[in-house]
């Protein structure tokens, strides 16, 4: 639960700079501060892709995950979920389609359906580390400056649903700890590794799209494997 407390506090932070001084800060500042987050992103992928002790694990879990991911459409079910918000909750009225509202439902949508959340809940529950979640702490809190910059404070509210989506992956993931071997984390957080390179050269350095919610199964079928492979 601690990613997730920083998670919350750094959309608070970062939409009371952005309140105040977000109109202030050049794009180009935004860009290089986004960029240099990218390349830590893959580094931190990388150092996690070593804890693996068999990488076929790994490629078999992203293989396998990738099919289910993409027979499934879950990238393409985030993106619906978004614009069924958006519909549903920034519709004609005056008050639905209110700056408050923009902000808070854009930026809660943003902050929570990334897979980062997933993953760094994940772990943060299994193992306490909140690495990642530490990350996205950083870049929520840039992009809640940019947000509300242009939409106002109703960005800062969006650390609540933050907290509860976030706070309940780590909680349920907590309950499976005991039944989750060394060999099953280390495989899952190598895993994760890979999804995470893929997150910094997809979303922030922007080289090349990659849809990584549809590999989000790998980080289940990662462990099942090295479990699997433990029986014989």
């Not at 004609?92 to 408050?100: D, L, P, T």
């Not at 808070?104 to 993953?119: E, R």
Request: charged content about 10%; hydrophobic content about 50%.
């Amino acid at each position: 639960m601690i990613g997730t407390i920083i998670n919350f506090f750094a959309i608070v932070i970062g939409s009371l700079i952005g309140l105040f001084f977000g109109s202030k800060l050049p794009d180009n500042l935004k860009n290089t501060i986004i960029s240099g987050m990218g390349l830590f992103t893959i580094a931190v992928g990388v150092q996690m892709f070593l804890k693996t002790s068999n990488p076929l694990i790994d490629l078999g879990a992203l293989v396998l995950g990738g099919i289910l991911g993409e027979s499934l459409a879950l990238e393409e079910a985030v993106k619906k979920l978004g614009i069924w918000l958006e519909k549903r909750f920034a519709g004609s009225s005056e008050g639905s389609s209110s700056n408050f509202v923009r902000g808070f439902l854009s930026s809660s949508v943003l902050f929570c359906t990334g897979p980062m959340a997933v993953l760094g809940s994940i772990s943060d529950g299994l193992s306490g580390d909140y690495l990642t979640l530490s990350i996205k702490s950083i870049m929520d809190g840039i992009i809640s400056i940019a947000f509300t910059s242009t939409l106002g404070i109703g960005v800062a509210f969006s650390a609540i649903p933050v907290l509860i989506y976030q706070g309940s992956i780590s909680l349920l993931a907590s309950q499976l700890n005991s039944i989750i071997s060394d060999s099953m984390m280390n495989e899952m957080t190598a895993t994760g590794g890979v999804l995470l390179m893929g997150i910094g050269v997809s979303s922030l350095l922007e080289i090349k799209k990659i849809r990584v919610a549809n590999f989000l199964p790998a980080l289940i079928i990662a462990p099942l494997i090295a479990y699997l492979l433990g029986l014989f």
